[in-house]
């Protein structure tokens, strides 16, 4: 009987051990779909700020219930746009808000035009400025360039590089471009 009630101790003390792994992946697959929909509606809510344009760069980091952003704007409204839209998300705790406002420039605001018109005149990059948000972003600075966003492929990075490089009153661009599908050997 005492043996009998050791084994049964045993068989429960190790389902006890059990029962939290089983917990424990329950509750990181929720904690993933949570950081996926909330990624989704972060992404949602700064693409539908209606002044960002190709001229801003906005990204986020999700860390539990913080939400921290990132990026290069105009103007301080859309810093404050963006941290008012997030903010509000449900399961959002507290937004970090580390977006740098660009200072005002009227050479940059001409470099901004010029390497707009550089890289989507150019046939091989037209097709992205007909997007509502276009998945390239041209970040000016002081006549510093950063291309940011998406490109499909690395002929279209490169071309993008040298379009806004040939920009007259352009000290540097930094090519941040990522490349979707990378090239094949």
Same mark, same amino acid.
């Given at each position: 009987?005492?043996?009998?009630?050791?084994?049964?101790?045993?068989?429960?003390?190790?389902?006890?051990? =059990?029962?939290?792994?089983?917990?424990?992946?329950?509750? !990181? /697959?929720?904690? !993933?779909?949570f950081a996926q929909r909330?990624?989704?509606?972060? #992404? #949602?809510?700064?693409?539908?700020?209606?002044?960002?344009?190709?001229?801003?760069?906005?990204?986020?980091? =999700? +860390?539990?219930?913080?939400?921290?952003?990132?990026?290069?704007?105009?103007?301080?409204?859309?810093?404050?746009?963006?941290? /008012?839209?997030?903010? #509000?998300?449900?399961?959002?705790?507290?937004?970090?808000?580390?977006?740098?406002?660009?200072?005002?420039?009227?050479?940059?605001?001409?470099?901004?035009?010029?390497?707009?018109?550089?890289?989507?005149?150019? /046939?091989?990059?037209?097709?992205?400025?007909? !997007?509502?948000?276009?998945?390239?972003?041209? =970040?000016?600075?002081?006549? #510093?360039? +950063?291309?940011?966003?998406?490109?499909?492929?690395?002929? +279209?990075?490169?071309?993008?590089? =040298?379009?806004?490089?040939?920009?007259?009153?352009?000290?540097?661009?930094?090519?941040?471009l990522q490349v979707e !599908?990378?090239?094949?050997?």
């Amino acid at each position: 009987m005492r043996k009998g009630l050791q084994i049964l101790f045993a068989v429960v003390l190790g389902l006890g051990a =059990i029962t939290p792994a089983f917990a424990s992946s329950d509750l !990181q /697959s929720d904690n !993933q779909l949570f950081a996926q929909r909330l990624s989704g509606e972060v #992404h #949602h809510e700064l693409a539908m700020i209606p002044e960002f344009t190709i001229f801003d760069n906005l990204s986020y980091r =999700i +860390d539990g219930g913080t939400v921290t952003l990132y990026g290069q704007v105009r103007n301080g409204f859309i810093k404050g746009e963006a941290e /008012s839209r997030v903010k #509000h998300l449900q399961g959002v705790q507290s937004v970090n808000n580390q977006i740098e406002v660009l200072p005002a420039s009227f050479n940059d605001d001409r470099i901004r035009r010029q390497v707009a018109r550089a890289l989507f005149s150019d /046939s091989r990059l037209s097709t992205y400025s007909i !997007q509502s948000v276009p998945p390239i972003h041209i =970040i000016v600075k002081n006549g #510093h360039v +950063d291309l940011e966003g998406v490109v499909r492929v690395q002929a +279209d990075k490169d071309t993008a590089f =040298i379009r806004a490089n040939g920009v007259p009153g352009v000290f540097s661009v930094d090519n941040n471009l990522q490349v979707e !599908q990378p090239r094949k050997s």
